[in-house]
């Protein structure tokens, strides 16, 4: 197993850290490995708590970030300054609400790194966790059911975006193209534009293994949600190659849609002219397609440890479409200078 630095950009999540930085700290791994921990300016007591630890773990490392950063997205330069300040090639990119499901996480992520020597992009897996009600339910969906998709195409064509929870790159691919400097000023999207732009089939892997999943705190506050899918509109603005991932999510999610539509005009007709039996194959068919959907959904969420997603599939899986075109409208009209770091 060769080295590696794990990176995690922090701003005032001290109590977040204490639950979770330990268990990156205490990793099951072969051979050397740091934990490089960049603060973002915290006025809390993210630094002092980070000095306690690093006593008695002398692979923790802290990184202030310069109060003159400026016009500079504060993420996007302390993932650089965090990689600037690695000592190894391989960098393994976190955050800090992220936990490892297993103490042999960082050795399954690298052994897959290790697999072909060409690679220099392995992408893992995420769920949330600790989820509660309506909202919750809506996180967890809407994330397997991108991450799966995502995943999938990656491995055929090479990564269209990211999970920067749980993401290895080689730190010469990160200098080599300069880093986030091609879009310093934007506030998100710093991994996925990397990953999107500098991706291929020949250099990216996935790693699927149950251990190599990160858990990460479920967002609570409803208004996340919204701020999240507005903000990939601008951040899939600047994506490279494009379109054939587009038309298969396009096509995925509009599938839902037309099955129920077509079978629900059929269903109708029938009703019209007493024809009940084309009333029940209709019925039948949809009830057989939303159950190929529930169980090949829920396979993908056994598969991450996620529990079964059974009576509101069907439901989450219609709305998929409509959150994307709310979302993307919202963009649409709103002022694309919020998107950036304004220059102080």
Known sequence: MPPISIIIAVYEQCDVL???????????????????????????????????????????????????????????????????SASYEWLMLTQADCIPASSHWLSHMVSVCESRPELQIVLGQTRFVDGHGWNGLRCRFFRAYQQRLNLYYARQHGAYRCDGTNLCYRRSLFFEH????????????????????????????????????????????????????????????????TFRYRLRYFTVASLTWFCTLLLGAITVMGLVYHNYLAVGLSLFAWLLYMGYCTLSFNRYLKSIGEPPIIQPLPLLLHLVPYWDSTAWLHWLFSDKNNFKKRFI
């Open 18 to 84: 204490r639950r979770h930085l330990p268990a990156f700290l205490e990793q099951d791994y072969p051979s050397d490995y740091e934990v490089i921990v960049v603060d973002m300016n915290s006025s809390d007591d993210t630094i002092s708590m980070l000095e306690g630890l690093q006593v008695f773990n002398p692979n923790l490392h802290i990184i202030r970030l310069p109060d003159s950063s400026r016009d500079v997205s504060p993420i996007r330069l302390a993932l650089t300054l965090g990689a600037r």
């Open 178 to 241: 300069r880093g986030f400097a091609d879009h310093a000023n934007l506030l998100t999207g710093a991994t996925d534009i990397m990953v999107n732009q500098h991706s291929t089939a020949q250099n990216t892997a996935v790693c699927m293994h149950p251990d190599a999943i990160i858990l990460q705190d479920t967002p609570q506050a409803p208004e996340w949600w919204n701020r999240e899918r507005l903000f990939f509109m601008e951040t899939r603005r600047h994506f490279r190659h």
